[in-house]
């Protein structure tokens, strides 16, 4: 049986948009990911709403947020994994924390290096926006998350690892322009199999 690691935000976590509750396993796109593979693969479901890259959130669950400080017990916890699904960076688009996409980009390369050897596919978050009662917690987040596909992907080149832009199959809720409809975590969830396949079985 191949294990996979889905290590990501409130989006892996399965937030439904402007309600604060949870969308059941089988509508979550690792859920989704889960029916498709089949019984020869184990889906290892790792969200955590308001999930940074690298950063204590100083206003919401500070250390516990931090990806990075979570990453390697995660880890060790679920070994062996055949390959991890690393998406997180949405977070990192919060106005408080003040960082570029490039930035972003540099966070999400520093849990790729802790993720290796283990096979990483690397997800850049779909678009944010348009946004509405979020909107001055993500001020300005609209246009550097359109900048972060291609910062995430050059780092993905350079280290050797997969990638997939999200938004090619996801766009956000226009209830509040950062969660997602259940259509949106079937299509990720369908589109990851295939992916899953082409890399582990292939």
Known sequence: MKSILCYGDSNTWGYIPGSGQRYPRDVRWPGVLQNH?????????????????????????????????????????????????????????????????????????????VIQPTPVLLLAPPHVGPLTALADLFAGAPEKSRQLAAHCQAFAQQMGCRFFDVANVVQSSPIDGVHWAPEQHAALGKRMAALVQEILVN
């Open 37 to 113: 593979l089949g019984g020869e693969f184990h889906v290892v479901e790792e969200g955590l709403n308001a999930r940074t890259t690298v950063s204590d959130d100083p206003i919401r669950g500070g250390a516990i947020k931090n990806g990075l400080t979570y990453l390697k017990p995660c880890l060790d916890s679920h070994a062996p994994l055949d390959l991890v699904i690393l998406m997180l960076g949405t977070n990192d688009l919060k106005h408080r924390f003040g960082f570029s996409a490039y930035d972003i980009a540099c966070n999400v390369a520093t849990l790729i290096g």
